[in-house]
């Protein structure tokens, strides 16, 4: 079979066209997904005097933190997702205790610890080979009679809802405010904006001004919008 020397340039362009096609429009190949840093918290608590008041924005799924009038940190939080939505209010911490696991959520998993429903009840029967592991909720402080409260847990996209109605907080942060508040600490959850608003990944959201030590901060690495570790 003979080709013409012009269609053998037209086939060699189409091939050229696909191998650009599955590379990419600017005809480079495909990239490996970036992993993006975001800064979970900054605590600057100076333990000094007045007490910790706790402000937490739905709108940008951040908390602030003061110490009488004193600013002293901010960190994410992930309140309740849709259909499970934290309600706004006024709150107080009515209850701390430091190792709790919830009563209602959890996941199945199985024998080898790999998990098939992440998104299981305690009430929910268990398939066969399964076994049921409630939630952790580390760090707990209760604020309602009904079970809503904030605790350590996994933040999967730092700006957006994602529990079930309680307030999530970095894991690496929990303790130092569990330490700093007692039970009866104000907690006001508003629809408005916080002072510090969202930031994209590897940028902090803007600081305000305070008197305080170093700090600290926890950052998390994303793939595909999944965590992949702490630091």
């Given at each position: 079979m003979h080709f013409s020397f012009n269609a053998i340039i037209g086939l060699s362009g189409m091939v050229t066209g696909l191998l650009?096609?599955?590379?990419?429009?600017?005809?480079?190949?495909?990239?490996?997904?970036r992993q993006s840093e975001r800064v979970l918290y900054r605590w600057h608590d100076d333990g000094g005097e007045g007490k910790v008041s706790i402000r937490i924005s739905l709108t940008d799924q951040i908390a602030e933190f003061k110490r009488g009038d004193r600013d002293?940190?901010?960190?994410?939080?992930?309140?309740?997702?849709e259909g499970h939505d934290t309600v706004p209010g006024n709150y107080a911490i009515?209850?701390?205790?430091?190792?709790?696991?919830?009563?209602?959520y959890g996941w199945f998993e199985d024998r080898d610890g790999n998990v098939t429903d992440g998104d299981a009840k305690s009430n929910e029967r268990v398939p066969a080979g399964m076994v049921y592991v409630p939630a952790p909720m580390p760090y707990w402080m209760r604020l309602t009679s009904y079970g809503v409260g904030m605790h350590g847990g996994l933040i999967p996209e730092p700006g957006k809802p994602a529990s079930h109605g309680c307030i999530r907080m970095p894991k690496e942060f929990v303790p130092s405010l569990f330490q700093a508040v007692n039970v009866g600490t104000p907690v006001t959850i508003t629809n408005a904006p916080s002072k510090h608003g969202q930031a994209p990944p590897g940028v902090?959201?803007?600081e305000q001004p305070w008197n305080g030590g170093a700090g600290s901060a926890e950052r998390v690495f994303y793939h595909n919008g999944m965590p992949v570790s702490y630091h």
């Open positions: 650009l096609s599955s590379c990419g429009t600017d005809g480079t190949a495909i990239r490996k997904p002293i940190g901010w960190s994410y939080v992930a309140t309740g997702k009515i209850e701390k205790i430091e190792d709790k696991h919830s009563n209602i902090l959201p803007p």
